[in-house]
């Protein structure tokens, strides 16, 4: 039977899957796809039995197909996947459909064959990301259950030195001639576990990039300048602090206070690195459209298991007591916020040098902005709505301000505080609001009271205002938020600047 190479081209020369036309189990029409899929000559393959083609495990389906095809009716035989051999002896997986057409000159088998190759690998990159997946949910979930013990620990510890300093002052103020001296140092150690709970939480929110932005264009130079005093006092006598700013550094739109404590973990980092005194180098420079900040110390180092996970929260190779092992992570979270890269090098006996980058700001650095700093200021009558949900913060809050001369309404939900200023009959100045509260967010209740008293001023508090941020964790315009916790001098300072305006 003669086929035509003219007729093979026209017609299946195009075809993306190889096409065989057998005559029993004889090729007699093959298509180019055909010939690269086999890896073999045209003239290799017509007139050749179909079974040189096919894998042993392969060979029971051909002649299950051979009986078919010689005993059935024309049309699709269907598909089933197998495997064919190659040239070089390789094996390939396919899918292979077979029809019977009657022609003219007898019965003949059409077989198409997809190469499944493309789709085994995808196959096999979806099996090795599913992997890859389930150990990163389980990396996630070993370094969520190390935040969650490093957090207990460090807090329980402040809790312990809270109730038992508090149950000092108890007694103490119990006895028929209270020392009020002993009362006076009991309630300041109380005072400063509270501020190391601060400290943590504020750092736990920077680690997270949940930490309340307030950025603006400064120099990176005139920052370190200003607390260099207090790197030196806080490293000590025996190691020596080099600062080397370079000239004509471009300005970065950061948080400063956020710069101030990205500072001073490394430096106290560096320092515990080099107890028995060293080399402390602070630099910046210029490269291109970034502004490099880098720290090197002279110190221990760190071998690579330990460099590998130095960012993590609370690891640690600090004994205990001696740190939360949050410095690095709170670094990371300060740097990646402000749109910044942080990276580490170090080797053991030779030191370590943390390299920061963070984007140039194209503005001048303006004069220094007091406005933040809390100057306690008396009331002058004004109405003031609070909204909080924690019982007791509701009830300092409102001792606070009451005592400095406001009238104060307290509410413990959004829902009663909107019931409470339409029962009441006069102007409301201040609605000063929880962000985070169940039933209804401070926004909420913002909004909607604005609504019937547009000429209400709000003042947000919270320690973690996300529903009042930016994605990169700065205010929404026109937003003012006091920070939890914070002192009456803080919470009497927000208020005044928020009715002045």
């Known amino acids: 039977m003669e086929w035509s190479e003219e007729l093979a081209g026209g017609l299946l020369r195009a075809a993306p899957d190889a096409i065989l036309v057998l005559d029993g189990e004889t090729m007699v029409l093959v298509n180019d796809r055909a010939v690269e899929l086999f890896g073999r000559p ?46 070089d002896g390789g094996e390939v997986p396919v899918e292979s459909s077979v029809a019977i057409v009657d022609t003219p000159q007898g019965r003949l088998a059409v077989a198409v064959v ?20 389930q150990v990163h949910r389980h990396q ?9 013990g490093g957090i207990a620990h460090d807090f329980n510890n402040m809790l ?14 119990a006895e028929p001639t209270p020392d009020l001296s002993a009362i006076s140092a009991d309630a300041a150690q109380i005072v400063r576990a ?5 400290d943590l939480t504020h750092q736990l929110l920077s680690f997270a990039r949940r930490e309340v932005v307030r950025p603006r264009v400064l120099s990176l130079n005139a920052t370190i300048a200003d607390i260099s005093e207090m790197l030196h006092r806080s490293i000590g006598s025996h190691i020596e602090l080099l600062l080397r700013p370079a000239a004509d550094l471009p300005p970065v739109l950061c948080d400063p206070g956020q710069i101030e404590q990205l500072l001073v973990n490394l430096v106290l980092n560096a320092r515990d690195a080099m107890p028995g005194g060293g080399e402390l180098v602070i630099d910046t420079a210029r490269l291109g459209a970034r502004v490099r900040l880098r720290v090197s110390d002279s110190g221990a180092g760190m071998e690579p298991d330990v460099l590998e996970r130095a960012f993590e929260p609370f690891f640690t190779t600090k004994g205990s007591g001696s740190g ?4 690095l992570a709170t670094v990371y979270g300060i740097v990646t916020q402000a749109g910044g890269e942080v990276s580490i090098a170090s080797t053991p006996g030779a030191g370590t040098t943390v390299t920061v980058l963070l984007p140039a700001a194209l503005d001048t650095v303006p004069p220094a902005d007091l406005s933040d700093i809390a100057v306690p200021a008396p009331g002058r009558g004004e109405t003031l709505l609070v909204v909080e949900d924690e019982a007791a913060l509701r009830e300092v809050a409102g001792r606070v301000l009451s005592g400095a001369g406001y009238h104060v309404l307290v509410a413990s939900c959004g829902s009663e505080a909107l019931d409470l200023a339409r029962r009441h009959d006069g102007t409301i100045d201040l609605l000063v609001s929880d962000v985070v509260m169940p039933g209804m967010l401070g926004k909420e209740v913002a909004e909607r009271l604005l609504v019937v008293r547009p000429a209400t001023r709000v003042l947000y508090m919270s320690g973690y205002a996300q529903p009042v941020l930016h994605s990169q964790g700065t ?3 026109g937003v003012a938020l006091l920070e939890k916790p914070f002192t009456a001098a803080d919470l009497l300072a927000a208020v005044r600047r928020r009715l002045d305006g």
């Open 42 to 87: 045209r003239d290799e393959l017509l007139g050749k039995s179909i079974e040189t083609l096919v894998t042993p495990d392969a060979r029971l389906m051909v002649e299950s197909r051979r009986r078919r095809i010689e005993s059935g009716v024309p049309g699709s035989l269907g598909a089933a996947i197998t495997t064919i051999r190659r040239s």
């Open 114 to 133: 997809r190469d499944l190759s493309e789709r085994a690998r995808a196959e096999q990159d979806k099996a090795r990301l599913r992997a890859e997946a």
């Open 140 to 148: 996630r979930l070993e370094s969520l259950g190390q935040l969650a």
């Open 160 to 173: 312990g030195v809270v109730v038992n300093y508090a149950n000092f002052v108890i007694e103490e103020a």
């Open 194 to 198: 509270g501020k190391r709970g601060t």
């Open 324 to 327: 939360t092992g949050l410095g």
């Open 475 to 477: 205010l929404d315009p």
